[in-house]
C-alpha cells in the first residue's frame, strides 16, 4: 500500500496567501515612514521659520479711525515678533490729535515701521508728512509727493487768532524737526515743510534726505530695504525682509463702514433722516419702520461726528430742534416753537464742524455743504408740516368715541317726550329728556348734550322727520 506523504505545515508569512504577504509588507513600509517621520519632524521645525512682513493700507483722512486701525497692526505685528510693519498710505492730511496719536505710536513701536507713499499719484500732505518722516524707513513711489504740513485754523481772523495760529506754527515745526531728526530724515526740510507749505517730489524727496527709500512696489520696497538697520525702542535691528512671507491686514467690515460715513455730508444727512424718523415714529407711535431706521441713523450719525472735529454745541442745538419739533406737534398750531425749532436747526448745521484743531489746507474744509443745509432745513421742515396739517385735520374731526362722540347723532323717540322718555340711537336705547317742548313718539330726535346716561335732545329738522320710518300718529 502506498504511504500518504504529508505535507509540510508552513508559518509565518510563509503560511499566508500571496496578498496577505503584500499586505503585511505594506504594513511594515508604513510603520518604517512613520518611524522616520517622527525622527525628522523634530529637526525640520527646529529649523528658523521667517518672520511675516505685516502690511496695512490707509487711503483717506487722517482721524481717530486710523489711530486705531495702526494701533490694532501694531498689536498684532508685536504680538507675532513681525520683521516689519509696512504702513502704506495716501492722505491729504487730517486731524492734529489723531496724527501725533499715530507718530507716538510708530517711534514706541517695537517692531520696525515702514511707512509707504503708495501707489504712484498718492501723497502725504500735512498729518502724513508728519507719519512719513516718523517711520523707521520712509519711503515713496515714483510719482508721488510729500509736504504741504503748514497748520491752517478756518475760525476767525482776529488778532488772537492771528497769536494762536503763530503759536501752532511755533509748535508743529519744532515736532517736525525734532521727529525727523530722531529718524535722520532731514529736520530743516521739515520746519520748512510745516512754515512754508513746501511739498517735494519722492525723487526730490529721496535727494533732500527726507526720506530713505523709492521702490515702485511692495516687493521691490522689502528687498531694498533688506539688511538696513532701524532704530527701535529696545536698541537697533537689522530688517530681514527679502522672501519674507507678506501677511495682510486690511480694514474689518466695520472700519470700513465708520471709513465710508466718516465726511461731514454723510454724517449730517443720517443725523438728519434720524431725526425725521424719530418725529415721525412720535407722531404714529407702532409705525416701526420710521424709529427703527431713525434710531439705526442716528446712532451712525453720532458714530461719524466722534471721528470727526466736531461741535457738541451744534449737535446741542440740533437734538434741541428735534425736541421743540416734537413739542410742536401737541400743541394747536404752528408757532413760537417751531419757529425756535426751524433757528436751532440751521444754527446747528452751521456749527456742526467748528475745527477746534488744526486741519492742512490741502485737506478740504471739515464743514457741511451749505447747499446741502438748504436741502435737508427744507426736508425736515416739509415733513413736520405735513405731520402738523395732519394732525390739525384730526383734531378738527369730531370724536369718535365717548360722550361727546354722540353730539348731533340722530335718533327716534320710542316713547313721548315730555319731558322725559326714551329714545333709539341705531340699535341702543337711551333715556332721553327733551328741555325745548314735548316730542311726539316716532319723531326724529337731534343729541345736542349728554348728562350722565341721559341724553338732552331737540327735534330733527323737518326733511329728517319726512323720511323717519318709525314715525307714527299719536294717539
Known sequence: ??????????????????????????????????????IIAPLVSAQPRSAPVYFLEFD????????????????????????????????????????RDMVERILNCDVP??????????????AGMFITIAAGVAAMAPGT????????????????????????????????????????????WAGRAVRESVSVTAQEALDLGVIDVIAPNLNELLKQVNGRKVEIPGGEVTLDTAGAPIRPMPMTALERLLAMIADPNIAYILMTVGMIGLIAELYHPGAIFPGVTGGICMVLGLAALGMLPTSWAGVALLLLAMGLFIAELFHHGFGVLGVGATVA??????????????????????????????????LLLSVVLLIFRA??????????????????????ALSTLDP?????????????????????????VRVVKVEGVTLVVELAPAETQAQSPDKQPSQ
Open 345 to 378: 436747526f440751521v444754527l446747528g448745521s452751521l456749527l456742526l464742524f467748528v475745527p477746534v484743531t488744526p486741519v492742512s489746507p490741502a485737506m478740504p474744509a471739515v464743514r457741511v455743504s451749505p447747499w446741502l443745509i438748504v436741502v435737508m432745513s427744507g
Open 145 to 188: 509727493n510729500i509736504g504741504a504740513a503748514h497748520p491752517v485754523s478756518l475760525s476767525g481772523g482776529g488778532e488772537e487768532d492771528k497769536t494762536m495760529a503763530a503759536k501752532i506754527e511755533e509748535d508743529a515745526a519744532a515736532f517736525a524737526r525734532s521727529v525727523a531728526q530722531l529718524r535722520d530724515h532731514n529736520p530743516e
Open 60 to 99: 483717506g483722512v487722517v482721524n481717530p479711525l486710523s489711530a486705531r486701525y495702526l494701533a490694532r497692526g501694531i498689536a498684532h505685528a508685536q504680538r507675532d515678533r513681525a520683521a516689519a510693519l509696512v504702513l502704506q498710505i495716501n492722505t491729504p492730511g487730517g486731524l492734529d490729535s489723531s496724527m
Open 1 to 38: 500500500m502506498r504511504r500518504l506523504r504529508r505535507k509540510p505545515v508552513r508559518r509565518g508569512l510563509a503560511s499566508c496567501p500571496r496578498v496577505s504577504r503584500r499586505v503585511a509588507r505594506a504594513v511594515l513600509a508604513a510603520l518604517t515612514l512613520c518611524a522616520a517621520a517622527s
Open 420 to 444: 322725559f322718555g326714551t329714545v333709539r340711537l341705531d340699535s341702543e336705547v337711551w333715556r332721553a329728556e327733551a328741555r325745548d317742548g314735548p316730542v311726539e313718539r316716532g319723531e326724529s
Open 391 to 412: 394732525r390739525m385735520v384730526m383734531w378738527r374731526k369730531p370724536p369718535v368715541f365717548g360722550a361727546e362722540a354722540m353730539i348731533g347723532r340722530e335718533g327716534v
Open 113 to 126: 515701521v515702514i511707512v509707504y507713499v503708495a501707489p504712484p499719484g498718492a501723497r502725504a500732505a500735512s
